[in-house]
């Protein structure tokens, strides 16, 4: 640490607040180190907190002696929390206005972690629509339509749309391929969806089946015998 401090006294009182951080009593340590305006010292307690999973003093300390690098530690272990809204605001005091790129960086490590929720914040922030667009694809490929057609919503995407309309149709789920057709004003998928309920109508109603209501004797028929 560093010793620039002159009187004899303040260099005694520093070393006293040295003693009390290694001693564990935080809060007479930092008291000390704020008297002294230490500022290495400020950062040496805020490491220790940090080291006790303390991060809102650790924030609060790193802040006080505007440690860049102290804040980026927090922000580093609040991601693995996976708490966004507290990471956003150290990003904050990091950068001042978070760059759209960082919020992309963020949203595919949490992405790439399973954190779909957390993803879709920060790539949100971003206002920037690739991020979005990758997790719409990761819920396509995870064969969970639902939640890609609300991403791609957000992102006005109806070529998105019309992608799961067209699996929609393919499943034969024509209810819902109707519903995103007609959302996108897609006249020829519409038309599709009307093709393959015809088709379908017909395979159900199959004629002259064996046994079936249509091929059996009618009673009523004046020719029936019993």
Known sequence: MLKYLFSSKKREELHAAEELLQRGDLEGAVKGFRQLGHTPGLIAAGESCLAKKNHRQALQLFQEANHRAGLKQVADMLMERGSFADLEKILKLIHGQVPAAEYE???????????????????????????????????????????????????????GLRRLADQYLEADDLDRAAKLFEEIQDAPGLQAVARKRAALAGQSRPEHAAGSPDSAPDPDDPNFQA
């Open 105 to 159: 960086r963020l949203g595919r490590l949490f992405l790439q972690r399973g954190d779909l929720q957390t993803a879709e914040k920060a790539f949100l922030a971003s206002g920037v629509h690739a991020g979005l667009t990758e997790l719409a694809e990761h819920f396509i490929a995870r064969k969970d339509l639902g939640n890609a057609a609300r991403i791609f919503r957000k992102i006005s995407s109806s070529d």
